[in-house]
């Protein structure tokens, strides 16, 4: 009884290309709220690359980056960040901030324990799926995933589809242990320190050269 009053649907309604419908149901008794539209990650915007977006930038972070996190491209990999963090606040607010949703998430919450707290997001859309829902952020309380549990499942219990390259590169569904998975969590956290860890991530190693074009290349 405890994980149905503690655990939100972020049910996906319609929608998925620049963006898509979503509305929050709660498990104890099927109530939900209006539907909302959240701006996909694919085309959300980076500073600094005007023809790209978060997944693809994401994505260059997670595979390349993290393996060598070193100038000149640090500068670039925060302003990843920064755009993964506001990613997850606005998407944050665009399903809790109305008074129905405000009221299932206080409710699931329990006094404000967000360790009590079980997100499932639920779609069809493998690539709905594989958007950085561990970024979800509550501006006053911090990264969700940090402290609660957050999944992915079906809306239909069918033969799954096969996996886009979206869904492939960064995340690995269904299981929240790969690899990737475990990056995308690590950049997350990472995000919401964005601002006052700026200075302190930067670092340098010299004899860089010849991986550094590599890595710039393969992009």
């Known amino acids: 009884m405890v994980l149905d009053m503690s655990t939100l649907i972020i049910r996906h309604t319609g929608g998925g290309g620049d963006g898509a419908s979503f509305h929050v149901e709660r ?66 607010n665009a399903l809790f901030d109305s008074r129905q949703g405000g009221e299932f998430l206080k409710d699931a919450l329990d006094g404000g324990h967000y360790d009590r707290l079980h997100l499932q997001v639920s779609s069809d859309d493998p690539g709905i799926l594989a958007w950085p829902w561990e970024a979800l952020e509550d501006p006053a309380a911090g990264l969700l995933a940090q402290t609660c549990q957050i999944d992915r499942r079906l809306n239909e219990v069918v ?45 340098r190693r010299p004899n860089r050269g010849a991986k550094e074009s590599e890595r710039t290349d393969a992009r």
């Open 27 to 92: 498990l104890t008794d099927g109530k939900r709220t209006k539907p909302v539209d959240i701006d996909s990650p694919v085309g959300f915007p980076v500073e600094g690359r005007p023809h790209s977006g978060l997944i693809r930038e994401l994505r260059w972070y997670l595979e390349w980056f993290l393996d060598y996190p070193f100038e000149p491209v640090t500068e670039h990999a925060e302003r990843v960040l920064k755009s993964l963090r506001n990613w997850g606040r606005q998407t944050f």
């Open 159 to 203: 033969d799954p589809p096969d996996l886009d390259e979206n869904l492939g590169s960064v995340v690995d569904a269904p299981d929240d242990r790969s690899p990737r998975r475990i990056k995308l969590t690590r950049a997350c956290r990472a995000a919401s320190f964005y601002e006052c860890s700026t200075a302190g991530r930067r670092r």
